[in-house]
């Protein structure tokens, strides 16, 4: 079998990093946040806006993420510096994956308040699926600096560093979300993925098959762990497992991109 070219494999890799789940300083010196940007959306509004920012919620806590979007820009019109209206948009157009729009609500947040966690970590996801990482670094980057007991931040900025290339500072990241709780079970899945990135396939094994064995096992914790048994080469068992969630033909199809990617080794461009 011919190995498939270096930019093959490196697309191919950007890929398995779907699989995953997503710098700047903010330290303490800096100028006091405007009240107006940090007044939680409620305070700001009248009666009718008030109604309108209930149903806004209740939209996109339903899914109805077009019809939020729509209710929360009508406010966010209304008390352009506010913060939370515009993370509550920016939230909703990420839901209906209108994520260019998106950006730009959570960068109107971050101009309004530029210590509001949610914008940036918002802003920091966004970037990942409009393919800028270096981006996604700096807002979660941001993030940590500020908050460094956010996980979340830990395990976004670890995504974003994987998807550079720089698996080794990703799972400084992920280990780090873990000392915070070692029960993260989305760090656990991030960190074994890296690892197997990498080439350290036993303790990715390791660190999967608990996650898989349990209840509250996912599809993408099967489907990591296929993929860390193709790259030993135990199609049987990447098979078996994908079974479990996908049909054959997509079965097939990552069989043999297991196959091509562990024929390059982890060494590769």
């Known amino acids: ?12 890799l950007a890929l398995v990093l779907g699989c995953l789940l997503t710098s700047a300083c903010v330290g303490t010196g800096m100028d006091a946040r405007p009240s107006v940007a940090t007044a939680p959306a409620s305070t700001v509004l ?24 729509k209710l929360y820009r009508a406010l966010a019109e209304g008390q352009p510096g506010n913060a939370a209206l515009q993370v509550g948009l920016g939230d909703s157009l990420t839901g209906a994956e209108e994520f260019d729009e998106a950006a730009e609500a959570y960068r109107n947040a971050i101009a309004a308040d530029r210590f ?64 915070l709780n070692p029960r993260n079970r ?26 898989v064995d349990g209840p509250a096992g996912s599809a993408r914790m099967r489907q990591n762990l296929a993929l860390v048994a193709g790259l030993k080469g135990d199609a049987a068992r990447a098979a078996q497992l994908g079974r479990t969630d996908l049909g054959e033909q997509d079965v097939r199809g990552n069989l043999a991109f297991y196959d091509a990617v562990r024929h390059l080794g982890p060494d590769a461009p």
């Open 1 to 12: 079998m011919t190995a498939p070219s270096a930019p093959r494999r490196t697309a191919a």
């Open 116 to 179: 509001n966690v949610d914008a940036r970590l918002g802003l920091g996801r966004v970037a990942m699926q409009l393919r800028q990482p270096d981006l996604a670094v700096v807002q979660f980057g941001a993030v940590v600096d500020q908050a460094p007991n956010d996980a979340r931040a830990r395990v976004g900025l670890g995504v974003a560093l994987d998807t550079l290339g720089r698996h080794g500072e990703a799972q400084v990241q992920y280990r780090n979300a873990l000392d």
């Open 186 to 211: 989305t760090a656990i899945n991030n960190l074994a993925l890296s690892l197997a990135l990498s080439g350290q396939l036993d303790e990715a094994e390791a660190l999967l098959l608990p996650l």
């Open 46 to 69: 009248d009666e009718k806006g008030r109604l309108q920012l209930k149903l806004a919620d209740s939209a996109r806590a339903a899914g109805n993420y077009g019809y939020a979007a």
